[in-house]
């Protein structure tokens, strides 16, 4: 019995380390995925910027040939 309690409890901490770590796992494969999703935000504000920038050059053109 004297044999068998240290290798319990070490079967135990062992099994909660591993939990731990696949914790650890998975909350690090969310951030990953929010870090993506950021990205792909970020790409898709950029583009509706670069289009609204692109409109507002074409009306500013066209005010300008209308004044000249």
Do not use: W, Y
Not at 18 to 44: D, I, N
Request: glycine fraction near 6%.
């Amino acid at each position: 019995m004297k044999r068998l309690l240290p290798n319990l409890m070490l079967v135990s901490c062992i099994g909660l380390s591993a939990c731990g770590a696949g914790e650890t796992a998975a909350v690090a494969g969310l951030q990953a995925e929010q870090a993506k999703q950021a990205q792909q935000q970020m790409e898709q504000m950029k583009q509706q910027i670069d289009l609204a920038n692109e409109k507002n050059l074409q009306r500013l053109q066209q005010a300008n040939q209308t004044d000249q």
